[in-house]
């Protein structure tokens, strides 16, 4: 009998995808139908899954995992009914789900030399060019592979600098450079990556907003983002006379091929759900592990079909449980969230809000700042952006719910590039072996700021 090990290879590491399929396909019948009472034995496989995994959870997700279990004593406490919760568990039992398939994905992305073509070439740049396409770079890695694409972006810009830098000075300038590119181009992916968390969590709580209707404002934020975070560039040192590495590996059309890839899914999810009716959450859960599989055959070389095939089931075995402790994490904080704004009146949140004498942009502007804040003290966004959201999308305000939703998620975004307890910083100071503070609030704080700044007034303005 074969032992289980960490890669999850064995029958150990078969028992992760007997447990997420059926959650696939119960998610999935529960977006399509609107069956909620699937979303309950969704959530106990998922619960399972990462029970089978325990040994190999990190400390924070253990955590996650226990605030969880205080929470559902807490909505049995103050009386939250069934109904309810069955809502909160249909909303949440979709990360684990996304996260499962975009593995798959992953998989067929890491066995594509475009991927990689595409990494070397916006890191290769000159440094006139270097931010705007390692910004847009870390944009498409991050939407298509999340956290792992951030890091195989990073890997190969530390890289490149650390081999061709003629002395620390330099090497200095181009890391602190690189690294803030790739990290100020990631975090906006949020504001309208139809894979990603965020529009994932926030999106379902308003029934009347699709993600075609939200699509302008998010990717005028994306631009306003973007603007603020290359103006800040600009005034950072630069290494004069130092001419940008050539491997020879990067090509433009790798670039290009990583754009069209992600223009088709989400283009795909988004016309299912503007024209056939198909909800985004549930088209995505056909679209990406399709694309997935024609991705690994276009790339199986010699290969025959089932053998490219067959790899693709084993690595996919094989990388699953390593995201045990990702999957239980954004479970526990999706649940956090949803399950505190349901276990606090509409009528209190509307007391406070009435008392509290805030407009419509105040309120807006206090979420953004309050979510922002929360996380440099330990407090994940991913919680404290569905709690307002929820809480306060409950009461209704004099604001467009694209607006609200927005404001949200700029502190959201602003939090990834300075909060120590984020991945990206996480991942960005290990990398660096320095400080989360040096990587998060002493290199990006002031783009962060800046941004609330600028988005607050104008909020304030026109609300």
């Given at each position: 009998m074969s032992d289980p090990t960490p890669d999850g290879t064995g029958l150990r590491g078969a028992i992760p995808i007997a447990l997420?399929?059926?959650?696939?396909?119960?998610?999935?019948?529960d977006l399509v139908t609107g069956q909620h009472a699937l979303a309950g034995p969704a959530l106990i496989l998922v619960l399972t899954f990462v029970l089978v995994g325990w040994r190999g959870l990190k400390p924070n997700a253990r955590i996650m995992l226990a605030m969880s279990a205080v929470v559902v004593i807490g909505c049995i406490a103050v009386g939250v009914s069934w109904a309810e919760f069955q809502v909160i568990a249909s909303r949440t039992m979709y990360l684990p789900v996304l996260v499962a398939v975009m593995t798959v994905l992953r998989v067929a992305a890491e066995g594509s030399p475009m991927v990689t073509g595409a990494g070397h070439f916006v890191v290769e740049q000159p440094p006139s060019r270097r931010f705007g396409l390692l910004a847009i770079g870390s944009q498409i890695f991050g939407v298509l592979l999340n956290v792992g694409g951030f890091l195989l972006l990073l890997n190969i810009a530390l890289r490149t600098v650390n081999a061709t830098a003629p002395n620390e000075r330099v090497r200095e300038i181009q890391t602190r450079r690189v690294v803030n590119a790739i990290l100020r181009g990631f975090a906006p992916g949020i504001y309208w990556s139809p894979l990603g968390v965020a529009i994932n969590l926030l999106l379902p709580i308003f029934p009347g907003l699709t993600w075609f209707g939200f699509l302008p404002y998010g990717l005028s934020a994306l631009a306003f983002y973007l603007a603020v975070s290359w103006a800040f560039d600009l005034l950072e040192p630069r290494a004069r006379n130092v001419p940008p590495a050539k491997s020879g590996r990067g090509r433009l059309q790798d670039l290009l091929g990583l754009v069209l890839v992600l223009v088709v899914i989400a283009g795909a999810a988004g016309l299912a759900e503007h024209f056939l009716?198909?909800?985004?959450?549930?088209?995505?859960?056909?679209?990406?592990?399709?694309?997935?599989?024609?991705?690994?055959?276009?790339?199986r070389g010699a290969v025959s079909p089932g053998a490219s095939l067959a790899r693709m089931g084993g690595e996919t075995i094989?990388?699953?449980?390593?995201?045990?402790?990702?999957?239980?994490?954004?479970?526990?904080?999706?649940?956090?969230?949803?399950?505190?704004?349901?276990?606090?009146?509409?009528?209190?949140?509307?007391a406070i809000v009435l008392?509290?004498?805030?407009?419509?942009?105040?309120?807006?502007?206090?979420?953004?700042?309050?979510?922002?804040?929360?996380?440099?003290?330990?407090?994940?966004?991913?919680?404290?952006?569905?709690?307002?959201?929820?809480?306060?999308?409950?009461?209704?305000?004099?604001?467009p719910d694209a607006m609200f939703m927005l404001a949200a998620l700029i502190g959201w975004s602003c939090a990834v590039i300075v909060s120590p307890m984020t991945a990206t910083i996480a991942i960005a100071s290990g990398a660096l072996d320095r400080p989360a503070s040096q990587v998060g609030l002493r290199w990006n704080g002031a783009t962060a700021v800046a941004i609330l700044v600028i988005a607050s007034i104008g909020f304030l303005i026109v609300y």
């Open positions: 997420i399929l059926p959650a696939i396909v119960l998610a999935f019948i009716g198909v909800p985004l959450r549930a088209a995505i859960l056909i679209i990406v592990p399709s694309y997935a599989v024609l991705w690994m055959l276009a790339n094989r990388l699953l449980p390593r995201s045990t402790s990702e999957i239980c994490v954004m479970t526990a904080s999706g649940f956090v969230g949803l399950a505190l704004a349901a276990m606090v009146p509409a009528s209190v949140v509307e008392k509290a004498g805030f407009s419509a942009g105040v309120l807006a502007v206090v979420v953004a700042w309050l979510i922002l804040a929360l996380s440099m003290v330990g407090i994940s966004p991913v919680i404290t952006g569905t709690l307002f959201v929820a809480a306060i999308a409950g009461v209704g305000i004099d604001m």
